[in-house]
């Protein structure tokens, strides 16, 4: 990405904290020019975190999402793969966890020049994939004038295509690959996704493509690709054209999933791309466990174990921007090899009483990773000037929810004590650390476990055999300093 706008939207509003104008510079640096005024933004990345920051100590604890407008020739004529990769390594190392999206002007078209170079246009959408950016939609603005770029229009576009994140986060995953089934008359879009070899076809699963407005035709075409490819697991995707009542109808009686209308080509081949990317995210079934090829509808049953989600919290006020940069930091590296679709809920500047209203709000939380200061025998500090905090306080906002927390991390110097006092409250596992707590150090303890976690389940020998585990992955890493560890309960 040489040349875009970014554009900060508060969660669920559409107004606008700043629009921005950033150019690559060469060697991972950016110029960032505030497009309302023209004038230089000197810290950029700096100011994206603290921002959220700022309005966390305000009070205002509403997450932030954050849009890539491409503008001048990018993607049409320049795809700089690199700069792209560092302008979104970036953002997830100083923007707290927001969504990343990214919105592609409709004047842009699937041409023969771009498909003549699919080769870089694959390796931009991979990069996006890679960096966890959470959708790519197409809405109206000029590139040769990113001022002409709305909040509003951004945000309904957000809202709009909420539902197929949605289902991407709670579809059933399989192990085979998704392809992509298009009309014959769409050429380009065969061309930009590539058609599903006849070989791969009985082990695939399949996005049937409707590029037709009319009700009957949408109707019959799902027929007749539902009874051919029967024994596949199926999305129906409407390209230029709303899904007619009738087809909405006729998947809902069939066990299908509401077909998803896509504005693009590159809607539907990001999407298939983050299809493929829940795909990887499984271990693969054996002969003896297998997926039901079907998306469930109704559920009637609640699972045996809460799927995972993630509380990460931040002690550090606006007063310590250099620690708040830091923890900001320590989610992006922590979270970026974790898949796009796992829940989790950022606060910075946490206090113990944001933190009761917090797990109030969401009970299924069950991993708190915690970044702030802690003392030796005097608990974990809170955000704000009277900041001590016994461990008994922090003890109670959980034990008033009643929630069950698996794991607890706890980034803080000397914090192995509160981490006993925890898991003797209840908790499954709790890691603290005996001394003072280098930033790497914490980060490598905390990434690497919540990738094992991710992949074994929340399970207390799957926890303690990713620590082992983990302290021999990091050789380089002086553990002497910090001294984690970590504690559990023994079964009686």
């Not at 969504?99 to 996006?128: E, G, H, N, Y």
């Not at 504005?263 to 693969?284: D, I, Q, Y």
């Not at 992949?455 to 303690?464: F, H, M, P, S």
Request: proline residues 7%; aromatic residues 8%.
């Amino acid at each position: 990405m040489h040349t875009c706008a970014l554009i900060a939207l508060p969660a669920k509003s559409d107004e606008c904290l700043f629009r921005w104008r950033v150019k690559a510079a060469g060697g991972g640096h950016f110029e960032v020019i505030d497009l309302d005024n023209g004038l230089p933004v000197d810290g950029a990345w700096t100011e994206v975190c603290m921002e959220r920051v700022r309005r966390a100590a305000a009070g205002d604890p509403t997450a932030v999402e954050l849009v890539i407008c491409p503008i001048g020739d990018e993607l049409v004529a320049r795809r700089d793969i690199n700069a792209f990769e560092d302008f979104l390594a970036v953002l997830r190392d100083s923007a707290w966890g927001a969504r990343v999206f990214i919105a592609l002007s409709t004047r842009i078209q699937l041409t023969r020049d771009l498909l003549d170079s699919k080769s870089t246009l694959d390796a931009w959408l991979q990069t996006a994939g890679n960096a966890r950016v959470a959708d790519l939609f197409h809405i109206d603005y000029d590139p040769a004038r990113p001022s002409s770029i709305s909040p509003l229009q951004l945000w309904d576009a957000i809202c709009s295509t909420e539902p197929r994140r949605q289902f991407l986060g709670s579809l059933y995953p399989s192990s085979r690959l998704w392809y992509c089934v298009p009309p014959a008359k769409l050429g380009a879009l065969a061309a930009l996704i590539g058609r599903a070899p006849t070989s791969a076809l009985p082990n695939s699963d399949l996005v049937l493509v409707i590029d037709e407005s009319d009700p009957g035709f949408q109707r019959h075409y799902i027929e007749k690709k539902a009874k051919r490819f029967r024994d596949h697991q199926l999305i129906v995707v409407t390209l230029s054209a709303p899904p007619s009542q009738e087809l909405n109808s006729w998947c809902e009686d069939h066990g299908l999933a509401p077909p998803i209308e896509m504005r693009g080509e590159f809607e539907l081949a990001f999407f298939l791309l983050r299809l493929n990317f829940v795909r990887k995210s499984l271990p693969p079934p054996t002969r003896r466990i297998a997926p039901v090829p079907r998306t469930p509808q109704n559920a009637a049953f609640l699972p045996n174990a809460s799927p995972t989600k993630v509380l990460f919290t931040s002690a550090f006020d606006e007063e310590e921007e250099e620690h708040c940069v830091a923890a900001a930091c320590d989610f992006g590296v922590i979270f970026a090899g974790v898949p796009v679709e796992l829940p989790y809920h950022v606060e910075p500047c946490i206090t113990i009483q944001r933190l009761t209203t917090v797990l109030s709000a969401h009970p299924d939380l069950n991993i708190w990773i915690h970044s702030g200061h802690g003392e030796p025998y005097r608990g974990l500090h809170e955000a704000g000037p009277d900041n001590g905090a016994r461990v008994q306080n922090w003890l109670h906002c959980f034990r008033a929810q009643k929630l069950r927390l698996d794991l607890a991390i706890f980034l803080t110097c000397y914090s192995s004590a509160v981490a006993r006092r925890f898991v003797r409250a209840g908790v499954g596992v709790a890691i603290g650390f005996e001394g003072q707590v280098g930033t790497n150090a914490a980060r490598h303890v905390a990434a690497s476990l919540l990738m094992d976690v991710l992949q074994g389940g929340v399970r207390k020998n799957v926890i303690l055999d990713s620590l082992a585990r983990g302290f021999e992955r990091y050789q380089g890493v002086d553990w002497s300093q910090c001294k984690p560890k970590a504690y559990y309960l023994p079964r009686r």
